[in-house]
């Protein structure tokens, strides 16, 4: 996968923000499914472990509140999404080994 700087700040940005139930990053449970980044118009999908996540709201909007904070942000579109729905297959392997799996 070709990252450009731009696309890589927004990924870094996402990997600050915590799934307080997990304590793991939103990047490494598998929560984001895409992410672009033109021009400083950032468009993210995501999804949460369960549609009645207690925390998603929280997640959401840390999710806006990060990337409208990176210095080239101009617009942040957040889609959420439970198409396809989150398993603990999508962990990454950092989170994975975090979580003794």
Not at 42 to 49: G, H, Y
Not at 68 to 78: F, G, I, R, S, T
């Amino acid at each position: 996968m070709n990252v450009t700087p731009e696309t890589a700040a927004v990924w870094d940005a996402l990997k600050t923000i915590p799934d307080p139930e997990f304590g793991l990053n939103i990047v490494d449970m598998g929560l984001i499914y895409n992410v672009e980044n033109q021009n400083g118009d950032i468009a993210v999908t995501m999804t949460l472990t369960t549609e009645n996540c207690p925390s998603g709201e929280w997640i959401y909007e840390g999710v806006k509140t990060a990337l409208n904070a990176l210095p080239d942000a101009k617009n942040v579109e957040v889609t959420m999404t439970f198409d396809p729905h989150w398993t603990p297959e999508m962990l990454s392997e950092d989170g994975k080994r975090q979580l003794g799996m």
